[in-house]
């Protein structure tokens, strides 16, 4: 990806801010390629900024050639040619000026648009590590306003800033043919407002990208309080979320008023420093007129090409401030693009045989990336035969989730191997592996679109028809026949219009749909009323039929039907049998039965 190329030299290990380094405008040499790939278009776009230049710096000359001899009774004639000429001239600047602005910004939108698409595309390349330590505001923040940004720079702002270079260039070099003397003048104090221009630009850009940076702060707490809404409102809580995002919009607030303060600066040294020297000319070309070694029309000539390079360079101010502020946003999202998976499909990735549904674990140990020093799973070894059922239990922090985990290869282990039908996965393609995988998890994604949408997540190309199959399957039908819209029923964002019942069940006709060999259910019934656990009961029996299935559960009711139950207790596996080997051996398989069974059967 191209910009990732430009900041593979820059951290990646997480998204803080870096240590201060020396501002620069570097980052946006990142955005070459994505233009590079319209090389029509900005060529295009060019020659219409050359064209209107050109015919800016030609007007210059048809005000001398008028003030000198267009006032003269003797060459009355020339002032009507003059105007003549005046306004075609302006005809091709407005021509120019308007098809420049349209392919400019026309190329911005594009420019952006496939940013976005490679921003979002790599993020979801990104493995568990990363999301573990990433705030989804701040992800989110960095692909919309870190882009919006950029969009300015690339479209208005590096237009303008082309327009008033040129103008500046042939200002100046117009202003050397019309008079040496006075350019000469001009020209020594043209370095130092250049050199207050880089000064002032690289503290607009330092402050502009900490104005992003809080900016994405206060937007991944707003995105985590929204999507948390009705546990705030049940907690009372609202005062001290406005609180906290106040404290956040007021430092992001701060951070983007020392942003404007450093723009101001530089906008208003460089508009005085620019017109005092043009005042400065003016003063001594009148003097030269006066004394008779300058024409009024000379003077007003290069007065004009002076005004031209002096509005130049004044606009070139403001926009290098908006320029440096995408050059924060670039730098902030080329981190992003950076951001390396640690797991990867290998170069040349093992072929997976014919799907069996076969699992095995062979003495596996993992920690997870954000916490290395506590280890989760140590010397896990079991083996799943094809068609096997198979329920993992045990206490709390067990381990048990994280088996699901890396059997989905979110993460890799830092030792053993963990095989579907008989080939280590690390060696395998994720995508290979995960497409013979079918999960029911405890919290199901559910996005805001219909029922059949949400269903057909599971196998996107599956038809309208194989869809409401894999419903009917899931008992969702049951709900469904009930809703104003049946299948293309909206549920809200994150199914907030249905219950927990009817999400599980979305959930399984998502894994019914997949049809594929290895089926992981991960608490899937725990937070069910009776009735909702009975017809998703109903629902995972059918879902099992015929699959590998490997079934988490801390109520122990749910895993009795199982083949094989493995008992789980500190990241290895203490047990494994069948429920009545496991309680007659008396270990802690039988006290978690004992609590859960005896309390219901009275003792």
């Known amino acids: 990806m191209p910009v990732t190329q430009a900041a593979q030299n820059q951290s990646s290990t997480s998204l803080e801010l870096p240590a201060p380094r020396r501002p620069r405008l570097s980052p946006l040499k990142a955005l070459w390629p994505h233009i590079s790939r319209y090389r029509g278009r900005a060529s295009a776009a060019l020659v219409a900024l050359l064209v209107a230049a050109l015919a800016t710096l030609v007007v210059p000359i048809a005000v001398r050639r008028m003030i000198d001899f267009g006032f003269d009774v003797q060459h009355a004639g020339f002032i009507d040619r003059y105007f003549g000429v005046m306004i075609g001239v302006v005809a091709v600047l407005a021509a120019a000026s308007a098809a420049r602005y349209y392919l400019v910004m026309t190329l911005g939108e594009r420019i952006v648009a496939d940013l976005r698409a490679q921003v979002f595309e790599h993020l979801l390349t990104l493995d568990g590590g990363f999301y573990d330590r990433a705030k989804s505001g701040e992800l989110i923040s960095r692909l919309t306003a870190d882009t919006t940004q950029i969009k300015s720079a690339v479209g208005a702002s590096a237009s303008i800033a082309l327009r008033n270079i040129v103008l500046f260039i042939g200002a100046t070099i117009m202003m050397v043919i019309t008079s040496p003397w006075l350019s000469a003048i001009l020209l020594i104090a043209i370095p130092v407002i250049v050199a207050a221009l880089i000064g002032s630009g690289r503290g607009v850009r330092k402050r502009s990208r900490g104005a992003q940076d809080t900016l994405a702060e206060a937007s991944a707490y707003a995105a985590e309080a929204i999507g948390a809404i009705r546990s705030l409102q049940a907690n009372t809580a609202e005062p001290a979320a406005t609180r906290r995002f106040d404290g ?19 906008t208003g040294v460089g508009i005085f420093l620019v017109f005092a020297s043009v005042v400065g000319i003016l003063w001594a070309g009148a003097n030269a007129v006066l004394a008779g070694t300058m024409s009024a029309g000379t003077l007003g000539q290069f007065v004009l090409y002076a005004v031209l390079a002096a509005s130049g360079l004044g606009q070139l101010s403001e926009v290098w401030g908006e320029i440096s502020q995408a050059a924060g946003a670039t730098e902030r999202i080329a981190e992003l693009l950076a951001e390396k998976p640690e797991v990867t499909p290998p ?20 920690t997870y990336p954000t916490r290395r020093d506590i280890p989760v799973l140590s010397g896990v070894s079991f083996a799943i035969k094809p068609g096997e059922r198979v329920a993992i239990v045990g206490p709390s922090g067990a381990g048990k989730s994280t088996l699901f985990q890396l059997l989905l290869r979110f993460y890799d282990p830092i030792s053993g191997r963990v095989e579907v039908d008989g080939v280590d996965i690390a060696k395998a393609s994720p995508q290979a592996v995960r497409a013979r995988i079918a999960l029911v998890p405890q919290d199901v994604a559910i996005f805001a679109s219909s029922i059949r949408e949400n269903i057909r997540l599971g196998r996107p190309d599956a038809t309208d028809a194989e869809v409401e199959e894999a419903g009917r399957l899931a008992v ?36 019914i749909l997949r049809r594929a060999p290895i089926l992981l259910l991960d608490e899937a019934t725990s937070a069910l009323d009776a009735e909702s656990e009975t017809l998703v009961q109903q629902a995972l029996d059918r879902s099992m039929e015929g699959r590998t299935t490997l079934v988490i559960a801390h109520r122990l009711a749910t895993v009795l039907s199982a083949d094989r139950i493995l008992v789980m207790e500190h990241g290895r596996v203490v047990e494994e049998g069948t429920h009545q080997s496991l309680v007659a051996q008396g270990g802690l398989y039988a006290r978690l039965a004992a609590l859960q069974f005896g309390a219901t059967n009275g003792g």
């Open 347 to 366: 170069a040349d990735p093992l072929p997976l045989p014919a799907p069996r549904g076969e699992v095995r674990f062979a003495n596996v140990a993992f």
């Open 248 to 266: 956040e919009v007021e430092h992001a607030f701060d951070a983007a008023s020392n942003a404007v303060r450093a723009r101001a600066l530089l």
């Open 476 to 511: 969702a039908d049951e709900f469904v026949a009930r809703l104003p819209e049946g299948w293309d029923t909206p549920v809200g964002e994150r199914g907030v219009t249905l219950s927990g019942g009817q999400r599980q069940r979305i959930a399984i006709a998502r894994a």
